[in-house]
C-alpha cells in the first residue's frame, strides 16, 4: 500500500506516477525517456548483446535460479550501477531522482534497486507471475523500460499483460512494449505475464525497487 504526502514541493511526472498508483497500482508513462535517451539504451543493450554477455534467465532468486524455458524465454544482463556506461548513467540519474521523490512524498523507504536489460528472442514469453518471492519480499515496485523501435505493433507480440482484480473477477491489461515506455507497479499485488514475441527480438530494461 502506498501513502502520500501532500506537503511537498511538486514535480507534474512524479506525480502523475503516484496518483496512478494510488488508484490503480500501476502507471505507464511514454515520456520518461526521450528519443535520444532511447537510442543510447539501445546502442548500449547492443553493445553487451554482441559481445555475448547474456545470459538464459532463470526463475527464482539471485541465490536460487532454475531454468524453466516452459515458464519464461528471455536472456538477461544485470547491470552494474558501480560500472556504468555513460547511457546506464543517464538511465540510473533518472531512476534514482524518482526513487527520492518516493522516499520524501511517500516514505516507501526504497534503499535497493536492481535492474537487467532484457532480450526476448521471437516466439518466447513470460508466463503469469507475481515478482515476490515466499523467501524475500523486499520487492516494491516493478519497472519495465521498452527500447524497442517505435513502429512496433499489436502483430508483432509481446505484450506486457497486467491482470487487475476487481472483486472475484479480474481484468486484464495489454500492453505494448514501445520505445521510451516506461511502466511501474506495485510487484506484490499485480500478477503479470509478457506474451509471446512474433518480431525478432524484444529489448527492455527491467528491474525492482526494494525495501530493507
Known sequence: MIFKDIAFEKNALY??????????????IDTFFNHQEVALLQNSLQQVYEND???????????NEEIDKTIRGDFIYWIDEQKRSPAEDMFFTKVNNLIDYLNRTCFLGILQKEFHYAVYPTGTFY???????????????SIVCYLNDE?????????????????????????????????????????HEVKPVNAPERWSITGWLKTR
Open 127 to 141: 508466463k503469469r507471475h507475481l515478482d515476490t518471492f515466499q523467501n524475500d519480499d523486499r520487492r516494491k515496485l
Open 151 to 191: 513502429d512496433w505493433t499489436v502483430e508483432d507480440g509481446g505484450q506486457l499483460t497486467i491482470y487487475m482484480p476487481y472483486g472475484e473477477s479480474e481484468t486484464a491489461i495489454d500492453l505494448l512494449p514501445k520505445a521510451g515506455r516506461m511502466v511501474i507497479f506495485e510487484s506484490q499485488e499485480l500478477e
Open 15 to 28: 506525480e502523475h506516477i503516484i496518483d496512478d498508483l494510488l488508484e490503480q497500482k500501476y502507471s505507464v
Open 53 to 63: 554477455k547474456f545470459k538464459k534467465a532463470a526463475i527464482g532468486n539471485r541465490t
